[in-house]
């Protein structure tokens, strides 16, 4: 009998992302006014200190992905989710801005550390022909935790009359739970016999369709410009630091109800067709906050932009996993990984060396004219590949 694809596995590392989730955008919207506000450091150090962690994350997730292959997965998901705990408690009693910049870099070393290894588990712990559902469902999750982060944050500010310090330690306790929680994860990878059989399969390269498809991604990834910077754009239109908490807050539930059913859908169909309509997505919303400064409209956007996420981190990792076999899964998940995060912080650069205070913010409409490029690939590839298998 065929098992079902809602697995323990996946139940519970889906529980651990929400908690941490929750304590990562707990800490997110908070962390500029921690760090400009309380501790007094120039904005530009909000800057370094997130290009930084940034990088940190992709150069672990090169390391923890491959390494998963030969050393199993499990103690790269306990001890990212814990370091990452760490980072978070490092951040919150931190009195100077190189301790902030300590505690985001292991924050994310700790991202970085479980990402792939964790996605490697999931497929390994689910049918193949179910893995748009399984992404799709932890996503889900994940951005459950995304909406619970902030609305925390927003309870604590007026509880605690407005005490960013005080409430940012909140963040502890579902980052606690979180590690916790991975003690109860299921390793399902088989470690090889012979170490010399695996480091032959080490330096064989990956299948051309894996790196086809991952550099396709990257280069669309390219124009992905970091979502604090649209959250700046809606300060800079007039929005109330309360009213950019809560824009979030609505841009995580549109993510958190799309998710698993834009999963689903691309088992049924394709991750190709699903990943360009995120990208449609993206492109409408760019476009849209980088030419109004209606409030109404920028709403209608940001929500809108919620299905970008849905339709394609889930299912990005759905196709990558879909095409990788199991004694390269984790390697290809960290490559894959590792690119995109690389590629958000060009992103970002180009992006946050063009920004102004312009009606219209230029960054963002280049951006949403490189996403519809690259759906636009995404589409004539799809079609291109259905008409071979007709034929």
């Known amino acids: 009998m065929m098992k079902t694809w809602l697995t323990r ?73 814990s370091l990452a705990g760490f980072g978070k408690a490092l951040v919150v009693v931190a009195t100077s801005w190189p301790l902030v910049f300590l505690g985001r870099v292991t924050d994310r070393i700790g991202k970085g550390m479980r990402g792939a290894p ?8 689910v049918d193949k022909v179910n893995l748009g559902k399984a992404f799709g469902f932890h996503r889900t999750g994940d951005n459950i935790g995304a909406v619970i982060g902030p609305g925390i944050a927003l309870i604590g500010l007026a509880m605690l009359n407005g005490d960013v310090r005080a409430v940012a330690k909140w963040a502890l306790i579902p980052a606690i739970i979180s590690g916790l929680l991975t003690l109860f994860v299921k390793e399902n990878f ?13 330096k064989t390269p990956l299948p051309a369709p894996l790196k086809k498809a991952i550099t396709v991604l990257v280069l669309i990834q390219l124009t992905n410009i970091p979502d604090v910077l649209l959250l700046l754009r809606l300060h800079d239109i007039g929005f109330s630091t309360n009213g950019v908490v809560l824009s979030y807050m609505l ?3 549109v993510t958190v109800l799309a998710a698993f ?5 691309a088992d049924k169909f394709s991750p190709r067709i699903v990943y360009a309509a995120g990208l449609v997505a993206f492109a409408a919303t760019y476009a849209t906050l980088g030419s109004t400064q209606n409030h109404t409209v920028a709403l209608i956007a940001l929500a809108l932009y919620g299905l970008f996420p849905a339709l394609t981190d889930g299912v990005g990792k759905a196709w990558i996993a879909g095409i990788s076999e199991a004694d390269h899964r984790g390697r290809a998940q960290g490559v894959y990984q590792a690119s995109m995060n ?47 298998k007709a034929s």
Request: include cysteine; proline fraction near 5%; charged fraction near 15%.
């Open 251 to 253: 841009f995580s539930a």
């Open 342 to 388: 690389f590629a958000v912080l060009g992103a970002g650069i180009w992006g946050g060396a063009m920004w102004s205070k312009g009606a219209t913010q230029w960054p963002l409409i280049i951006a949403a004219g490189g996403a519809l490029i690259g759906a636009l690939v995404l589409f004539v590839s799809y079609a291109s590949v259905s008409s071979s």
């Open 9 to 81: 596995n996946l139940i519970l590392l889906t529980l651990v992302s929400l908690a941490q989730d929750a304590a990562s955008e707990l800490l997110y919207p908070l962390l500029p006014i921690l760090l400009t506000g309380v501790i007094g450091a120039a904005p530009l150090a909000l800057g370094l200190i997130e290009g930084c962690a940034e990088a940190a994350a992709g150069f672990t997730k090169l390391i923890s992905g491959k390494s998963s292959d030969r050393l199993g997965r499990k103690p790269f998901v306990i001890s990212g989710y």
């Open 118 to 125: 964790r996605d490697a588990l999931i497929s390994d712990s």
């Open 190 to 202: 088989v470690k090889p016999i012979k170490p010399e059989v695996k480091v032959k399969k080490d």
């Open 261 to 265: 059913p834009g999963g689903a859908i």
